[in-house]
């Protein structure tokens, strides 16, 4: 059974940073596609960065030159470095895998098969 958990959500002030973190149990396959994604209240999730065994990295534009995407196979863990944190990017923070090798769909959640329960990020202003 794949098992994701995310941890390292919190409340900064803007300008401040967090890093998660997911660590991810059960999964087996080779290949994956992972990514972090985040959810406010009244919208719909989007995809924040992803990355994949190819290491094809995406961002979404909101983000770029803030957050970095990056992983520890040895600790099965994802991370998402978030840096000069914006009151818009106050969310709930999932992370999710998935054993097929994206490159455009890395910020698609509708292509993600596994998912863990997520992290509150609130940034005041």
């Known amino acids: 059974q794949v098992r994701l958990v995310e941890s390292g959500g919190g409340s900064v002030q803007a300008g401040g940073s967090l890093r998660l973190s997911c660590t991810i149990s059960g999964y087996t396959f080779s290949t994956y596609s992972m990514g972090w994604f985040r959810q406010a209240p009244g919208k719909g999730r989007e995809g924040v960065a992803g990355i994949s065994s190819a290491q094809t990295i995406r961002y979404a534009d909101s983000v770029k030159g803030r957050f970095i995407i990056s992983q520890d196979n040895a600790k099965n863990a994802l991370y998402l470095q978030m840096n000069n944190l914006k009151p818009e990017d106050s969310a709930m923070y999932y992370c999710?895998?998935?054993?097929?090798?994206?490159?455009?769909?890395?910020?698609?959640?509708?292509?993600?098969?596994?998912w863990g329960q997520g992290t509150q990020v609130t940034v005041s202003s």
């Open positions: 999710a895998i998935d054993n097929r090798e994206y490159n455009s769909f890395l910020l698609a959640e509708k292509w993600f098969d596994y």
